[in-house]
């Protein structure tokens, strides 16, 4: 695995739900029809997912 990277991010309550809302609902298929090939698709998804794990222990973890 790659060294991870910290990314800073300030968003408003309202641009962090939106953002959670759309991680809760992106799946492969998601990720497979925006990347390049198949390694960016894992790629993406697995980035969705720390996101989406950031918002949840931020407090925005949509249901």
Not at 22 to 49: C, P, S
Not at 50 to 57: D, I, Y
């Amino acid at each position: 695995m790659a060294e991870p990277v910290t990314v800073p991010l300030t968003l408003s309550a309202e641009e962090a739900e939106a953002l959670a809302q759309f991680v809760k609902r992106a799946d492969r298929d998601t990720a497979r029809r925006h990347a390049g090939d198949a390694r960016e698709a894992d790629l993406i998804y697995e980035a969705w997912i720390s996101l989406r794990t950031g918002l949840a222990e931020a407090g925005f973890a949509p249901r």
